[in-house]
């Protein structure tokens, strides 16, 4: 892979720069009506990182906040649990109220009914994070082969963004491979207080990024792009992407890699599920496949982990396609955001392999 170096060693293959949430997901009941939860331990960027650790066996590590109280306890427990490394700002909480690890509300809809997504992200930890709370050089000075991190933790407020731009440029200067999933979210934008922040911040973001992660409406309004219309018959149609990805690296030249998912819903538990990439020049297309959705949370977070699982390990960038798109297509059969297929499983649908029993 010529135009992409990634360093063949390091004590890290991968570290992530995010925020850890827990998720509240009372299954198919809605929320209103909901007598039991199970609790999910998640963030998009710590997703990519706990992937590669707990399904891809890669080392891997996150730089998050961490409160000194139960749920804190909880989710530093589910962290140690998938393999990853912790480098924590650590935050004591008053008793009362906070500072907190968000939590997130999401059911799992069913059918003509689609999930519920809300978020209470009040006093959030991660939000206060700020400039010279991780000493990048000693954790670089490691050695991190691939440095990651997305658009969630920069939409929590105006000092994350700050952290990421800070922790790119120490990643660069170390010669890791930097990556950046858009994970648009407009409800955490508004809660900003601006909107029209978004594409500011991500435009300052995406000049020290080599690999650009995102979907089509996450191209579109953060990056202010055009593309096809969300909803429109060509969901599926990869040559309109291209257009759109183009777009992005005539504008963003430097950028080595961009890979979109592309998903059609049919019923909440019935997608197509496709992806394309453009590497340098080569745009790669994969089938599309129809997937049967237990829980679509996660699936843009393992289509990127499988991608860059795939980078790392010198794979073809066919193969490294086909990676993502299989383990993202994986994760929508488990319960949670976070995977529990292997990467044997990720390797056999890959290839094309099927849903027969294996006896």
């Avoid at 995406?206 to 579109?220: P, T």
Wanted: net charge neutral.
């Amino acid at each position: 892979m010529s135009h992409l170096t990634v360093p063949a060693q390091g004590a890290l293959d991968l570290l992530s720069l995010g925020a850890l949430i827990h998720r509240l997901d009372p299954g198919r009941v809605p929320f209103r009506k909901a007598h039991s939860l199970d609790i999910h331990v998640s963030g998009g960027e710590f997703n990519v990182a706990a992937n590669l650790a707990d399904c891809f066996r890669l080392r891997t590590g996150i730089a998050t906040a961490m409160v000194r109280y139960p749920v804190g306890d909880l989710i530093a427990e589910r962290v140690r649990a998938m393999g990853v490394a912790p480098f924590y700002k650590h935050f004591d909480h008053d008793g009362a109220r906070g500072p907190n690890m968000a939590t997130v509300y999401s059911d799992q809809g069913m059918g003509v009914r689609p999930p519920v997504v809300f978020y209470n992200r009040a006093n959030e930890a991660a939000a206060l994070l700020k400039p010279g709370d991780f000493d990048w050089a000693a954790i670089f000075g490691q050695g991190v082969r691939w440095f990651h991190s997305g658009g969630l933790f920069a939409s929590l407020s105006e000092s994350t963004a700050e952290v990421i731009i800070e922790a790119l440029q120490a990643a660069r200067k170390a010669g890791a491979v930097t990556s950046f999933d858009l994970n648009y979210r407009e409800k955490l934008w508004k809660a900003q207080g601006d909107v029209t922040r978004a594409p500011k911040v991500f435009a300052r973001i995406v000049e020290h990024v080599d690999v650009l992660i995102g979907n089509e409406e996450d191209l579109q309004k953060a990056l202010g792009v055009k593309g096809p219309e969300a909803g429109k018959d060509s969901a599926l149609d990869t040559a309109a992407f291209f257009d759109t990805i183009q777009q992005v690296v005539d504008k963003y030249p430097h950028v080595k890699v961009v890979a979109t998912t592309l998903r059609e819903v049919h019923s909440t538990n019935r997608h197509s599920w496709s992806a394309v990439a453009w590497f340098g020049g080569q745009q790669i297309t994969v089938p599309v496949m129809q997937l049967d959705v237990l829980d679509r949370v996660g699936g843009g977070d393992g289509f990127a982990s499988g991608l860059i699982y795939g980078l790392l390990t010198g794979e073809s960038p066919e193969q490294c396609v086909r990676l993502g798109w299989a383990h993202g297509a994986l994760i929508t059969t488990f319960p949670g955001d976070t995977t529990m297929a292997s990467v044997e499983d990720v390797k056999a649908l890959a290839k094309g392999g099927s849903a027969r029993i294996q006896r």
